[in-house]
């Protein structure tokens, strides 16, 4: 059975850094492309980062964090992270990892991350 598990999120003010890691079981990881999203109270969750199965080193980034987060992969771990620096207060939302599988989305439970002063 597939499991995603995030864990790293927190409080922090802005300008701060968070990363946050997915650790996950059930699947060859690397040969599946990870995304992480997030959803902003009163709005629907969208897609934040992507990155490629294998080390093809393809990645997507939402333009509004482009240059602040990084996403990244450790196949050795089967965990996927991301690297959150200068945030801003818009960045509050509860984080996601997401894969998809043998047809079906998986998702893991969300971790908050609040950027306040």
């Known amino acids: 059975q597939i499991h995603l598990v995030e864990s790293g999120g927190g409080l922090v003010h802005p300008g701060e850094s968070l990363r946050l890691s997915c650790a996950t079981s059930g699947f060859i990881f690397s040969n599946f492309y990870m995304d992480w999203y997030r959803q902003r109270p009163g709005e629907e969750r969208e897609r934040v980062a992507y990155i490629g199965a294998y080390t093809s080193g393809s990645t997507y980034y939402l333009d509004s964090v482009k240059g602040r987060f990084t996403i990244s992969r450790d196949n050795a771990k089967n965990t996927v992270y991301l690297q959150m620096n200068s945030l801003k207060p818009e960045d509050t939302a509860v984080y996601y990892c997401?894969?998809?599988?043998?047809?079906?989305?998986?998702w893991g439970q969300g971790t908050q991350v609040t950027v306040s002063s």
């Open positions: 997401h894969t998809y599988n043998a047809q079906r989305h998986y």
